[in-house]
């Protein structure tokens, strides 16, 4: 495999459109496109790669397509000018580029529907990655993550449309080849502090003070310290950002300008109108209304909707693709309506590609719209408005899953609670039923709902986590106290140094899981950094959305638990005959090891020592993964979004959805974390063990 010289060689770009005097002008346009593409210096390729993508466009992408033709235009004005020569290998040094062409190569027979969807996948899940990868790691180890990153995407993306016959024939990469992708993938260093693109420089050769990567960002002088702070904070925050900036906007704002239902919102639609329109569309158009009434009662697109119906042709419900899950997840990426689909097959021409029947059943509904804008007052009615005014008319108070579930879309800040709540399809059709039955009581002609009954004898389907416990909690919790109070009665006789240990290690792993259970922490870990004070405050390592970071009150028994630790701690030091500066240079000893009477000591053990320790007592952590207590407490709060998020620790600036809980403040929120705190006490029997030496 050949060396790349990718951060080179993207220099290279900047400096080719430099030469041709269209960079200075155009520079947040043409660097968020040399972000998101890695394109090589050639007008040829780049605009190739640009029809590419406008022949598959996908609405989801990170270039909007008002974007990619300012480029074509600026392209298109350039004047001849003789630039620098560089030589360089296309599929190495520019990965993205590559990876694109690439796959449109080889795939294109599959249509341009798995196409805009693939690349769309590719190009995201690229910038995603970038944004972490340590801006110090080796260029080949990059291509390398960008060449499995395009792979996976491949084949998620296959998965997910299987159901399309040209993709369903598709050669898969074998489950050797995924493997030696996802070691890839976990051989990267990553490091969001200063990640690639948050390092990268972005200035033409000519006006850099240094070719090479800016290692001097992270090294201070002390003789001009506030003067390289400065620099550090211009560095992270001012011009390198601008591509993590357009996608944040592209996915956190733009999506709320379409997708958010607040009551303050200029574009907000009346319920009133809304029914006014579906008994107007089905006076004038009635094969329509069914299509109408489903998405507003969903949330779903048209493009969604439609794509559905066509997909559910010979299925008992409305099979559903769910669009923006998390990257690399494992968990269903489509989700079954109880609902037949019968009453909305006569609306799907199958020798017309979804993009044109899009487009077809739009315009009927353009003009229907226009007619009843004569005649009504207000904003006007566009399909996808009033499908996503659903939430806020007809069931305002619901901010959790099940909202972005039935409308078969996964919002970007809801990537989280995608993978830790599990439910049913049965759930959602709880939210259904409520709002079908809202929107019943207003229509004047009640049987135009008839056909899109929920029909709850169907079976049921699971979605989300996947990893609950599969054994009981109070029986895990119960087993450590009854072993701790057989060791006690052995301890009582035999006062050997080794039951001593295994008290003290009882303790230890006791209060190590409590803390995973009321705290929902990940499992210690290198970057894992627990405070103590008023609150417990956490810090934990950043997934890839959140800045993982919490303060928590802290329960009763939890810390008495702790006092009884600190104390057994030390009445074991004492024994063992630690000094008091021993136990000064040892204090973040935390579990203990007696091995033929010789002591041995861990600091700040990580999970997996702890469940060595835990295995000595022949007991097991609770299965299916060492996340399970945290996974327990999303789904326990699934229908407490803001809660949630404060337990787990995933920070965000705002939800999409208008609820009681967006405006909590801290305390009311800590409020709710302590019941919480009280419901788990009580549901596994919790309480502290305890035993004094002296």
Not at 166 to 182: A, M, N, Q, T, W
Not at 419 to 439: C, H, P
């Amino acid at each position: 495999m050949s060396e790349s010289n990718f951060t080179k060689s993207l220099g290279w770009t900047i400096n080719f459109w430099d030469e041709l005097g269209i960079w200075k002008d155009n520079e947040a346009l043409l660097k968020k496109f040399l972000t998101l593409l890695t394109v090589p210096p050639s007008i040829q390729r780049q605009r190739s790669i640009l029809h590419i993508i406008k022949l598959n466009y996908h609405s989801d992408f990170l270039l909007e397509m008002d974007e990619i033709e300012a480029i074509l235009f600026i392209f298109k004005n350039i004047k001849y000018k003789k630039t620098t020569e560089v030589s360089f290998n296309i599929g190495v040094d520019y990965p993205v580029y590559f990876g694109v062409y690439d796959v449109y190569r080889r795939d294109k027979k599959a249509g341009s529907e798995y196409l805009s969807e693939l690349i769309s996948t590719f190009v995201s899940d690229c910038y995603t990655q970038l944004k972490t990868v340590d801006y110090y790691e080796n260029d080949t180890k990059i291509y390398k993550l960008i060449l499995a990153v395009r792979e996976i995407s491949r084949l998620k993306t296959i998965k997910k449309m299987s159901n399309i016959e040209k993709v369903s024939f598709l050669k898969k990469p074998s489950d050797f080849e995924i493997s030696r992708y996802h070691s890839y993938i976990n051989n990267t260093e990553y490091f969001r502090e200063f990640s690639f693109w948050g390092g990268f420089n972005y200035l033409p050769e000519s006006k850099k003070d240094e070719p090479n990567k800016p290692i001097e960002l992270k090294i201070k002088k002390k003789s001009s310290k506030k003067k390289d702070q400065d620099q550090d904070i211009k560095s992270q925050d001012s011009d390198n950002y601008i591509p993590k900036i357009f996608l944040v906007k592209k996915k956190s704002w733009t999506t709320a300008n379409k997708e958010i239902e607040s009551v303050f919102d200029y574009s907000s639609l009346s319920l009133q109108s809304v029914v006014g329109f579906i008994a107007f569309v089905d006076e004038k158009k009635s094969e329509l209304n069914s299509l109408l009434i489903l998405c507003f009662l969903t949330g779903m697109t048209l493009k969604k909707a439609l794509s559905a119906i066509r997909f559910s042709t010979n299925k008992k419900s409305l099979t559903v693709s769910i669009s923006n899950t998390p990257t690399d997840s494992d968990l269903c990426s489509e989700i079954e309506l109880k609902i037949s689909p019968a009453s909305l097959l006569h609306l799907d021409e199958p020798t017309l590609s979804i993009k044109k029947l899009v487009d077809k059943i739009a315009n009927k509904f353009s003009y229907l719209t226009r007619q009843f804008s004569e005649f009504n007052g207000g904003n006007s009615l566009h399909f996808d408005r009033i499908a996503s005014n659903s939430n806020r008319l007809l069931t305002p108070h619901v901010d959790d899953m099940r909202v972005h579930y039935l409308r078969a879309k996964i919002g970007f800040s809801m990537s989280a609670p995608f993978s830790y709540v599990a439910l049913t399809n049965e759930n959602i059709g709880d939210l259904y039923q409520k709002r079908f039955d809202v929107l019943s009581n207003h229509l004047e002609v009640p049987g135009l709902l008839s056909k899109l009954q929920w029909d709850s004898t169907l079976a049921n389907q699971s979605l989300g986590s996947n990893r609950l416990p599969q054994s009981s909690i109070a029986d895990f919790f119960r087993d450590i106290s009854v072993i701790f109070e057989s060791k006690k009665a052995l301890f009582s006789l035999s006062r050997s140094n080794q039951l001593r240990v295994d008290l003290v290690n009882l303790i230890e792993i006791h209060t190590y899981f409590l803390e995973l259970l009321f705290f929902s922490n990940r499992p210690n870990g290198e970057k894992s950094i627990s405070t103590f004070s008023d609150f417990f405050i956490r810090k934990d390592k950043n997934s890839v959305n959140y800045e993982e970071y919490k303060a928590l009150p802290i329960p009763d028994l939890y810390l008495k638990q702790k006092d009884i630790l600190s104390n057994v701690r030390f009445s074991l030091y004492k024994h063992l005959n630690f000094t008091d500066e021993d136990i000064s240079k040892n204090d973040l000893i935390i579990i203990h090891i007696l091995n033929d009477e010789v002591y041995d000591q861990i600091k700040s053990a990580p999970h997996r020592q702890i469940l060595e320790i835990l295995k000595t007592f022949n007991l097991e952590e609770i299965r299916p993964s060492n996340n399970t207590l945290r996974h327990f407490s999303g789904n326990a709060l699934k229908f407490k979004a803001i809660t949630s998020r404060a337990l787990l620790g995933h920070n965000e600036d705002g939800f999409y959805y208008s609820s009681p809980a967006s405006s909590s403040n801290i305390v009311s929120i800590h409020t709710d974390i302590s019941e919480y705190y009280n419901t788990l006490i009580q549901e596994f029997s919790l309480q502290e063990l305890t035993y004094d030496f002296d």
